[in-house]
């Protein structure tokens, strides 16, 4: 097996991982809105997973970088700036006091990254099949002239 093939099933756990943490916490702030949950409860239980999402993204976005996959490193930079700032300036947690007030800026955010993590999936699934068939037909000495077209 390459090694494309084996940092793409990487990155692909990864993402997996990012969805669904992102998609839970989108879970969280619905169930709050719609009193199923309560605010103390569902800023816990967000406040919990806030930060290995950061470090998860950070991660991900490293290795764009490491690989030279510069197209995904890219569009990945800006949604991990975003949390960095989020982070230096102490405003990644969401507060009980204040979680009715910011329910709906956060619910958006969350829905963006939710869009965001399902368009690198797309990406990394594509690059998966891309990479699994080039590894299985493609011997050491050819030169396949997809690979150059699947490169991002």
């Not at 993590?117 to 699994?132: D, E, N």
């Not at 590894?135 to 050491?140: A, K, N, P, R, W």
């Amino acid at each position: 097996m390459s090694w494309d093939l084996i940092l793409w099933i990487i990155f692909f756990f990864i993402n997996i991982a990012l969805l669904a943490s992102t998609f839970y916490q989108i879970l969280c702030l619905s169930d709050l809105e719609a009193d199923y949950m309560n605010p103390y409860e569902s800023a816990s239980r967000i406040n919990s997973i806030v930060v290995p999402d950061f470090i998860l993204q950070g991660v991900l976005c490293i290795l764009f970088l490491l690989t030279w996959h510069w197209f995904l490193f890219l569009i990945s930079v800006p949604i991990t700036g975003y949390n960095a700032m989020l982070f230096m300036k102490q405003q990644h947690l969401i507060y009980v006091t204040e979680v009715f007030r910011t329910l709906s800026a956060e619910k958006k955010y969350r829905v963006a990254k939710l869009a965001f993590y399902l368009l690198l999936f797309i990406i990394v699934i594509v690059r998966i099949l891309a990479a699994g068939s080039l590894s299985l037909y493609q011997s050491e000495e050819e030169l396949d002239i997809r690979s150059y077209f699947l490169e991002f």
